[in-house]
């Protein structure tokens, strides 16, 4: 006999990542790479309001593809994100979305990592900027990412 009723249920922390749902094209830049690199980006539900899949797709050269999976735990406020590219790297970055910013973060001794994004006031545009840090409070710049929302 199945306990279960119906699948997962909508978690409210996570509707507002609602606004990523769909195709993006993508132009990054990098302190590695001599020039802008494009790509695209795509957000879809793998449970309705539950969890939010995003696939990073680049031209090469061009950083890592990766696939990413947004949840949440309901014990805390933020949301989190695994990450995992094409070089066998694996991560676990904490994410908040509110007011027009997206913010992506990860505090880990050797590699930090914070990404602020901001939506433009039509929604179809977000501007990032990441850096890194090797020692917790040294910043320098890391990947920047502009997304353009396919129509």
């Not at 690199?37 to 969890?51: D, I, P, T």
């Amino acid at each position: 006999m199945n306990k279960h009723s119906g699948p997962p249920q909508p978690i409210g922390s996570l509707k507002q990542f609602e606004i990523l749902v769909g195709e993006w094209d993508t132009e990054g830049t990098h302190p590695f790479f001599p020039s802008a690199v494009h790509g695209h980006s795509s957000f879809e539900w793998l449970v309705e309001g539950a969890l939010l899949v995003w696939h990073f797709d680049w031209e090469r050269p061009g950083p890592p593809n990766a696939v990413s999976v947004i949840g949440h735990d309901d014990s805390v406020e933020t949301c989190s994100m695994l990450y995992s590219d094409e070089r066998g790297v694996a991560r676990i970055y904490q994410m908040s979305l509110e007011g027009g910013v997206w913010k992506m973060w990860r505090e880990s001794p050797g590699f930090s990592q914070r990404i602020t994004a901001t939506f433009s006031a039509d929604r179809d545009t977000i501007v990032g900027h990441g850096e890194l840090s090797r020692d917790g409070s040294n910043w320098e710049q890391d990947l920047d990412v502009t997304y353009t929302r396919r129509k």
